[in-house]
């Protein structure tokens, strides 16, 4: 069982238009919201593949109900804590050719009897399961170390711990894993762990091997179309392997990370886990996840023809 818990969730509003023209006005036809967020996506992939998982949440009034029915209706389950701040909006404009333009609300931050709540709503969710995710961005104004704090309450149902997290949240949570003696699996993309390592120069490996460094238990660093590397501690020592597809696919890859996620965590359990299968998954889900136009879905049949295909090499 996993558990994912998103500490900055979003309504996802998607439109269509003929063409997008900045400094214009545009009408927005056809126009669906879905409940969104990166935790969210990680538990709606997890559970189209017979995972199971479950989504914890803080949502404002206004879309609670939307939040509750499009859960129920996709077949996701989810622990919604009732927030008093608005949740935020992310308002795609799809075009005439696909391209999606999207403008992201940051977010508002909820009150600490907000983070509170949904604190103690995590540590039930957490009781008995596998594996805890702490996935996306954190709102301007969130107390600092929110994220270690929700990752310290996997740790204390004794989950592995999985963090797509960058820069401060990530580097605080590493430092604690550290200390703690924590499995945390850090999942940063190539772009995000560079920012959070301070140098533009380090390819995937490098990035992996810092992390590792820092106190990640396993890193694993994803690079779009090019695949991912996953470093993991063995023993006094690491072992680290690469994956990819032998062509990428095409299709929006918005949520492919989310899926990966997904895949890695529906692999972390009390034994050691088996990397070259994580990664199978891994590499199968994500490009599943590209050939959907929507994030947090996946055709299990892609899944299953592209685990064939999935090269998965060690490092
Ligand atoms: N075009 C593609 N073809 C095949 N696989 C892809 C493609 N794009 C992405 N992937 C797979 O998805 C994984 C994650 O992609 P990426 O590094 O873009 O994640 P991300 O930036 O964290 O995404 P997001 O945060 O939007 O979910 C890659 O490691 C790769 O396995
Ligand atoms: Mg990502």
Redesign the pocket.
């Known amino acids: 069982m996993i558990v994912t818990v998103t500490p900055n969730p979003a309504l996802d509003v998607t439109g269509h238009v003929g063409r997008v023209v900045v400094g214009e006005s545009h009408r927005l036809t056809r126009v669906t919201a879905r409940a969104g967020g ?1 935790g969210v ?1 990680v538990a709606a992939v997890a559970s189209a593949l017979d995972v199971p998982a479950t989504a914890v949440l803080a949502v404002g009034p206004e879309s609670a109900a939307t939040f509750e029915t499009d859960l129920a209706r996709r077949g996701v389950a989810a622990v919604l804590v009732p927030s008093p701040v608005p949740t935020r909006r992310s308002v795609a404009a799809v075009d005439a050719d696909g391209e999606a333009t999207v403008l992201n609300e940051e977010g508002e931050a909820p009150p600490s009897q907000t983070w509170d709540a949904l604190v103690e709503a995590l540590a039930l969710a957490c009781d008995g399961s596998d594996a805890l995710v702490v996935s996306g961005s954190v709102a301007p104004g969130s107390p600092d170390g929110v994220v270690t704090r929700l990752l310290r309450t996997g740790a204390a149902a004794g989950c592995a711990l999985v963090a ?1 997290a960058r820069g401060e949240d990530l580097l605080v949570a590493l430092e604690t894993a550290r200390r703690e003696g924590w499995r945390l699996l850090a999942k940063p ?2 772009s995000e762990a560079r920012e959070t390592l301070g140098d533009d120069a380090l390819d995937a490996a490098a990035c992996a091997a810092a992390l590792l460094d820092l106190g990640a238990w396993c890193a694993v660093v ?4 090019r ?2 590397v996953l470093g993991v501690r063995d023993g006094d020592g690491v072992a680290g392997w690469s ?3 032998p062509e ?4 929006n ?8 996620t997904a895949a890695l965590a529906a692999h972390l359990g009390p034994r050691e886990p088996d990397w070259e299968r994580a990664l199978r998954a ?2 199968a889900w ?2 599943a ?2 050939l959907r136009p929507v ?1 947090g879905e996946v055709d299990p049949a892609d899944v299953a023809r592209l685990e064939t295909q999935a090269e998965i090499t060690r490092l």
């Open positions: 990166k996506n797509d993309n190539l994803s690079d779009g179309a695949g991912l994956a990819r597809l990428p696919v095409r299709g890859p918005t949520g492919a990370g989310d899926a990966l891994g590499v994500s490009a996840a590209v994030a």
